[in-house]
């Protein structure tokens, strides 16, 4: 059968049918939104080149928390950035960090928030690598117990989630060990398990101060030109205990997600990052794109292509959009 009797364009005629037929659905409750924590009172100071995104002190955090929980959005993912930074990163897991204390402010504010905290050394160490350094080596088995003791003081702080971005070799399981072994058997591993070594980073790393200050991350994130080892990544996380599994950057990594979607049957994340986004808002402010238009076409991409959750810096505006139709 064919045209003239098999004619697509009947389920295009209005809104409401292809409304009906549509086969990918954007929701706000499978986002993420990043925050940055940053020490001090009072401080809400707007990054450059992420319009919108700012590092905040836990109290101004809190108010934003509040209004995304008012939003709909289910949850945040928190990054800290410490009062100092030394060798070892040791901020990272310090109870009194930014990131417990974000933690806990939320907790007890009664907000019903999914928290999620990323666990990672490149903020708090000095050098601005993700992991403990042998001169100019990045070390893996070194940074495991870093990594875990880290995990643990934000779980302990009652953070849900815990997800590790560093990729080393082993933190899966290093984290899952000590969490269960502290009684935080029900604590979410979220493993950013295929994360490329992207140019998209860029302004992130003015956001969370963690650019590094020698080389760069080529020996531990991934090459961007592997789906395959994508896989493999993947499911060593999952053997390792990882709940949910995370591919980032999303937009250049549509295949990615799709293979891992298609080959495993755990929850799968994409993480739409900050030069994905800088991106966006700085064609939009020069008139060039229509921002919701692009940034809904954007996550829909990103769904079609399998992902349950989005960490996106748009998940506000967003859960404003999806609200209003
Ligand atoms: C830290 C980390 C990075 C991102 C999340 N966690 C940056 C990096 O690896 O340099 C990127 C997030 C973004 O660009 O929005 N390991
Ligand atoms: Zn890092």
Request: hydrophobic share 40%; glycine share 8%; aromatic share 6%.
């Amino acid at each position: 059968m064919s045209y003239p009797t098999e004619r697509p364009r009947r389920l295009r005629r209005s809104e409401a049918v292809r409304s009906l037929v549509r086969e990918t659905r954007v929701a706000t409750n499978g986002l993420l939104y990043p925050m940055f924590i940053c020490p001090g009172a009072n401080v809400r100071q707007e990054i450059g080149s992420m319009p919108g995104i700012s590092q905040q002190s836990v109290d101004r955090f809190l108010e934003e928390a509040r209004e995304v929980e008012q939003l709909g959005v289910p949850g945040i993912l928190l990054f800290g950035l410490p009062e100092t930074k030394d060798a070892s990163g040791s901020e990272a897991w310090s109870p009194e960090g930014p990131v417990p204390r974000a933690v806990r402010a939320v907790r007890d504010a009664g907000l019903k928030l999914i928290v999620a905290a990323d666990v990672c050394l490149c903020e708090y160490t000095d050098h601005g690598h993700c992991g403990v350094l042998k001169g100019e080596t990045v070390l893996n088995d070194g940074t495991l117990e870093l990594l875990a003791k880290a995990a643990l003081a934000y779980a302990a702080a009652g953070a849900d989630i815990v997800a590790p971005s560093d990729m080393m070799d082993g933190r899966v399981g290093a984290i899952r060990r000590i969490l269960d072994d502290n009684g935080l058997e029900d604590t979410i591993v979220l493993s950013y398990a295929a994360k490329y070594c992207s140019g998209l980073y860029g302004p992130f790393r003015e956001a969370a101060d963690s650019a590094p200050k020698f080389g760069d991350r080529r020996s531990y994130q991934m090459d961007p030109a592997n789906a395959r080892e994508a896989l493999r990544e993947v499911a060593l996380d999952i053997e390792e205990g990882a709940d949910i599994v995370m591919v980032k950057p999303a937009m250049p990594y549509l295949d990615v997600i799709r293979r891992v979607r298609d080959e495993l049957t755990v929850p799968v994340a994409a993480y739409n990052v900050s030069g994905e986004y800088s991106m966006v808002k700085a064609a939009a402010a020069n008139g060039w794109i229509e921002e919701k238009r692009v940034v809904l076409e954007i996550l829909t991409g990103i769904q079609r292509a399998g992902a349950d959750i989005v960490c996106t810096y748009h998940a506000k505006d967003v859960a404003r959009w999806l609200k209003a139709c």
